[in-house]
């Protein structure tokens, strides 16, 4: 039996590698140029508990492609945007990047989303030499993998200092609370730069809870919360946990201002939370009611493309992910992946719907983050944080 | 002291909706000894059915009514009484005979059934949707602590059908029959007793429950998704453990006394993150030292 | 007899490893990855079927041990790997490390084995659904490993070679245990526990070795599966994951190794050809489930077997 089943095995899996060896692959970058397209990958979570990130991310990268095509594609060729399912899930990332870059040959990587995600693909694009941009994963290790890799967003320490300030300075509170999801990596490091950068502007931290994220009940720890007194209440999670705390703690009685970063941003927001999230600020990427020429006209040109959706900022950061790659690849004239990687990080003053965008030397992007109040049920523009 | 009255107000509410589905899976334990996996799902179901009435039921109880939300909540609990026995006709039944290892790997294949196709985007898709609120909702200050109207309906909903549930399993027909199938298959046949039609009843009551409960759920939570029965369920099963399974005040004390303990260890700082992990700690617990949970009776082995 | 014809067929198993691993660079590397990641899977599966289809004690949480080696044998390669004074000790640092991730693996296994030892059925489902859970949330907030990030950056040790050849060495170990004197012990105490235990069979001891050596095993799947993502989160080790182990045992048929290493290598392929259709994958999976209890609850890949049957 042990015997049938290992030939089998070994028969099986000969028969695989056999057919990959008609695609040998060499580390430079792949054959992504030849029959007329110009191949770039997207590795997205288009399946899973993240699906509405990845969808989101996908289509303003979608319809920036799209958007080339319609205008004379790129040197000459048309772009072939060749998008994987990650399905939210680790261990995914490594075998669809590995996938696109081996098989499909792309010249570049765009995605993803998720830190923890990015971090699994990123070695292997930088083992591969292709470029890869996150559109918002913030998590700064992401970067630190290699000279391969950049991201279009800013990240967690400067979105930390960012909402700091902002206590200090707009909420004038110098004593606030902080209330961690113990889940998220994202949310964790948020809450690590904000204690950081708060306690260096003067202000004191009440107390530090944690709650996992998807929970349903946060009134255990926000009474306790509330038994500190703070000022107003950090909470740097995502949108479906936030609606909920900021019922529960109006429900508590707990009448501070609560703040948080760019997981708040979703219109489900105050679908989910309503009244109770009135009032209350978050930092983002960027605003669709910023009155910019570029961000008018990429809300109309993805309503038209998306059956009336406004885009959220994954949208705008997908969108902006791919036209940074297009005006890299223009500008070294090449899909060579060694000269777009130079031109990647000689990137100053792109102009992309949320800001202009300078690569420093760590390749993340330095740009603006806006904050935003909820006033009726909508997100109003607030103020501009420059770096 | 005031913490510990307002944590006692937030665990009692949670503790009721443990109960309330705790309920459902020892009936159902109690007649056919499976735990029914699906459930979880049920519960998350009764939720999904009335997030799609809510809006018909506005037409004729304007929200939020008292009214109006029981309207909903009977409506809810009869769909779900009917999947429940549609999935105990479709999937058990045919497997009454075999092992109890293949009618448990069936019954996790069913709650991963219902909760994936759930997610598919041609359904109801995977993000979270917000509930209706259904009930009117008043703040007050009781004794200088913060009480939520909700917060007082949910333990007064499950008491009343909890002396419901009592007087249908006590005083009804049917009711003695579940009693007399829960306690020797072979013989309540043997006096007559349809075994099909209180299985079916059992698994009816059981899901009407769990819709209900769900929906509570929701109203406290109202962020609703295809795996949100998951975690509730799970505690709601320990909780069945912990107060005996198969025995019924036994749930309803497990629930109160789960949702209490998790309530509790959820505001404290150091425990807060292992809130998870709590009650699968008291699972194990109770199964090393006192597997017949607080109130059942050790069964013998009979060889 | 059959001992010394298994113990060439595995001998034979690690050198064509080697030697497909040696030329393995000529190979695309998407191709690579995923028969490593089949390899991968053949040690879960097989694991996973010592404890739940030969000694019958049905276990959901065997993706807990594969996290406890996992983050074992990373800490230690991240620890050590930059002062290894030669590329020749790679190998030894390697497998070092899924070693000491494997005997982390096989005392969780112990701590899991033992309170559960009255439990049967559902209970002891749950139960290791709990310890599942459980090891989770600890490594969720254990800041030493990274927490809810995880670990990342694990240098990429795993190749065809080691994939394979453990594989072989799992499925040796384990069917030769299974198949030997001692290892029907295992069958009876799945088979029916008083009568095993008035025959003189211990049921404690075997159903504890089985979680031992299953979650040893485990561990060092979980090993090879950190080094060949190169990045480790504790959300990939959910009760999801669990349960796509234990459809590659129901479909195998619980019990047969041949069966389980069959299916574990089609449920890793499938899934890349049908990437297609990656949104309907779990539906097809419970739908596969259900269908499969009812209508043929051995399992697919199960060939005649001589059984003798005693009612």
Redesign the interface.
């Known amino acids: 039996m042990k015997r049938l089943s290992y030939l089998l095995a070994g028969g099986a899996c000969a028969l695989l590698l056999l057919n990959g060896c008609n695609k040998p692959s060499d580390g430079g970058g792949g054959s992504g140029g030849s029959g007329g397209t110009i191949k770039v990958g997207e590795f997205a979570s288009l399946t899973g508990k993240e699906a509405t990130f990845g969808a989101s991310s996908h289509e303003g990268t979608q319809l920036a492609i799209e958007e080339i095509n319609a205008g004379g594609g790129l040197l000459g060729k048309k772009l072939e945007l060749l998008t994987e399912d990650d399905l939210s899930k680790a261990g995914e990332p490594a075998t669809v990047v590995n996938k696109l870059i081996s098989r499909d040959g792309v010249v570049a990587i765009l995605g993803e989303v998720a830190s923890s995600r990015s971090l699994e693909a990123a070695p292997i694009c930088q083992q591969n030499k292709i470029p890869m941009i996150s559109p918002s994963s913030t998590n700064p290790k992401v970067t630190e993998t290699g000279d391969y890799i950049f991201r279009v967003c800013f990240i967690d320490p400067f979105q930390g200092t960012v909402m700091a300030n902002f206590a200090t300075k707009t909420l004038k509170a110098k004593k606030v609370a902080v209330f961690t999801d113990v889940k998220s990596d994202y949310s964790k490091g948020l809450a690590k730069y904000f204690k950081e950068g708060f306690a260096k502007a003067g202000g004191q931290i009440t107390a530090e809870l944690d709650f996992n994220g998807g929970d349903k009940d946060f009134k255990a720890q926000l009474t306790a919360i509330k038994g500190s007194s703070p000022d107003a209440v950090f909470v740097p999670a995502y949108y479906t946990d936030v609606a909920l705390i900021c019922i529960q703690a109006k429900q508590l009685g707990l009448n501070v201002p609560l703040f948080g970063g760019d997981g708040w941003e979703s219109d489900q927001l105050v679908k989910i939370g309503g009244d109770a999230v009135e009032g209350n600020y978050f930092s983002t990427h960027y605003a669709p009611d910023v009155a910019t020429d570029k961000v008018k006209s990429f809300v109309a040109a993805y309503q038209k493309r998306f059956q009336g959706k406004t885009p959220d900022a994954m949208a705008a950061l997908g969108y902006d992910s791919a036209m940074l790659l297009a005006d890299a690849m223009k500008r070294a004239g090449s899909t060579d992946g060694g000269k777009v990687r130079d031109a990647l990080a000689a990137t100053k003053d792109f102009d992309a719907v949320t800001g202009k965008i300078t690569i420093d030397q760590k390749r993340d992007a330095t740009k603006s983050a806006v904050i935003l109040q909820v006033q009726g049920g909508k997100f109003k523009y607030l103020e501009t944080v420059n770096p | 002291m005031d913490w510990f009255f307002q944590q006692l107000i937030n665990g009692l509410a949670l503790g009721s909706i443990y109960a309330l589905i705790a309920l459902g899976y020892t009936m159902v334990y109690g007649v056919l000894r499976f735990i029914n996996f699906a459930h979880s799902d049920v519960l998350m179901l009764g939720a999904f059915a009335a997030y799609f009435i809510a809006p018909a039921a506005a037409h004729l109880f304007p929200p939020p009514s008292y009214l109006g939300a029981l309207f909903v909540m009977v409506l809810a609990a009869g769909i779900c009484a009917v999947i429940g026995i549609l999935i105990e006709l479709l999937a058990y039944r045919p497997l009454r005979d075999r092992p109890k290892l293949t009618v448990l790997i069936t019954a996790i294949g069913v709650s991963l059934f219902i909760e994936f196709t759930c997610q598919h985007h041609a359904v109801f898709g995977a993000s979270t949707k917000p509930f209706p609120n259904l009930l009117p909702q008043h703040d007050f200050r009781l004794a200088g602590l913060a009480v939520n109207s909700t917060d007082l309906v949910v333990p007064l909903m499950t008491v009343v059908l909890l002396a419901a549930l009592w007087f249908i399993v006590q005083k009804t027909k049917i009711g003695t029959a579940m009693r007399a199938v829960s306690f020797n298959h072979q013989a309540a046949a043997l006096m007559g007793v349809s075994i099909n039609r209180v299985i079916s009843f059992t698994f009816g009551l059981g899901s009407a429950l769990a819709a209900i409960a769900g929906i509570l759920y929701a109203l406290k939570a109202p962020g609703i998704e295809p795996l949100m029965g998951v975690q509730p369920g799970l505690r709601a099963f320990i909780a069945a453990v912990l107060g005996g399974i198969g025995n019924l005040p036994g749930a309803a004390l497990g629930g109160l006394v789960l949702g209490l303990l998790e309530t509790f260890a959820g505001g404290m700082p150091a425990i807060s993150n292992y809130r998870d992990g709590i009650a699968f700690a008291i699972l194990i617990l109770i199964l090393l030292f006192k597997p017949a949970g607080l109130l059942g009776k050790t069964q013998v082995e009979k060889v | 007899m059959k001992r010394t014809g ?1 113990r060439r ?1 595995l001998l034979l ?1 690690i050198i ?1 490893a080697f030697g ?1 691993s040696y030329f393995s660079s ?10 490593i ?2 390899g991968i899977n ?1 040690i879960l599966a097989v694991s996973l079927n010592l404890i739940n289809g030969h000694t ?1 004690q ?1 276990s959901l949480g065997h993706a807990g041990f594969m996290a406890v080696g996992g983050y074992t044998a990373a800490s230690i390669t991240l620890a050590l790997s930059k002062q290894l004074s030669s590329l020749a000790a790679v190998p030894a640092l390697f497998l070092v490390a899924l070693l000491a991730g494997g005997l982390m693996a096989a005392l969780a296994g112990l701590a899991v084995g033992v ?2 030892l ?2 049967k ?3 002891l ?3 290791t ?3 599942g ?2 090891i989770r ?2 490594f ?2 254990m800041e030493s490993v ?5 670990l ?2 694990i240098p ?1 040790y795993t190749n065809l070679f080691w994939a394979w050849s453990l594989a ?1 060495v799992t ?1 040796f170990v384990v ?1 030769s245990l299974v198949n030997s004197t001692y290892g029907r012990g295992f069958i009876a105490v799945h088979d029916d526990e ?1 009568a095993a235990s008035a025959m003189g069979i211990n049921p404690t001891r075997y159903k504890v070795t089985a979680f031992v050596i299953g979650a040893f095993f485990s561990g060092v799947a979980g090993g090879l ?1 950190a080094h ?6 504790p ?2 080790f959910d009760f999801l994951k669990s ?1 796509d182990i ?1 459809v590659m045992v ?1 479909l195998g048929g619980m019990g047969r ?3 389980v ?2 299916a574990a ?1 089609v449920l890793t ?1 499938l899934p ?1 050809f049908l ?1 297609a259709f ?6 097809i ?6 269908g499969l ?2 209508a043929r ?1 051995q399992g697919i890949f199960t ?1 005649a077997r001589k059984t003798v049957a005693v009612k």
């Not at chain 3, 990274?146 to 995880?150: L, T």
């Open positions: 298994a067929w198993a064509a497909v000529y190979f695309n590397r998407y191709y690579v990855g995923v028969v990641d089949v053949i019958g049905f309170p559960t009255r439990l059925g559902d209970y489902a749950i139960v659904l709990g310890f859970e459980i949330v600890i969720q907030n990274g927490a809810a990030s995880g990342f950056g990429g072989a499925v069917a008083v599966y060949h993502k190169t990045l480790l989160s959300t990939g349960i234990v129901i190794t041949a069966g290493i069959l290598i392929i890349e990437r990656a949104d309907y994958r779990m539906i999976y419970s739908l596969l489930i259900i209890m009812m609850p060939f």
